[in-house]
């Protein structure tokens, strides 16, 4: 499996931004998916999932009402779009695949890693 991640960049505080995350090597709609982040000096944070097992989408409590996972079976795309963002939101996103089984959102669960891409906020 092969995790392309894209559309980090540079944003204001209350900006937006939207990152994809195409893969090949294995079909999205059938596996679980996640974004993950982390920022410098902290470890790995689990940020949305979508399980395929039972459907539950799971949202960080600091990211709540401000992202929303998404995935484009027919191309095979992954998506976390980033509304009202903050400096806190400063971090390294990764996306990430599990079995179709998985249900729950940690990192340890999910063996297949995007390479990262990188999400600055800041006036």
């Known amino acids: 499996v092969q995790l392309q991640a894209s559309g980090g960049g540079l944003v204001q505080p209350g900006g937006s931004l939207r990152l994809s995350c195409v893969a090949s090597?294995?079909?999205?709609?059938?596996?679980?998916i996640g974004w993950f982040r982390q920022a410098p000096g902290k470890r790995r944070e689990a940020v949305s999932c979508?399980?395929?097992?039972?459907?539950?989408?799971y949202y960080a409590d600091s990211v709540k009402g401000r992202f929303t996972i998404s995935k484009d079976n027919a191309k095979n795309t992954m998506y976390l779009q980033m509304d009202n963002l903050k400096p806190e939101d400063t971090a390294v996103y990764y996306c990430?695949?599990?079995?179709?089984?998985?249900?729950?959102?940690?990192?340890?669960?999910?063996?297949?890693w995007g390479q990262g891409t990188l999400v600055t906020v800041s006036s």
């Open positions: 979508i399980s395929h097992k039972d459907g539950t989408t």
């Open positions: 990430a695949t599990a079995t179709p089984l998985t249900v729950v959102c940690v990192d340890a669960f999910f063996p297949s």
């Open positions: 090597g294995s079909n999205l709609d059938r596996s679980t």
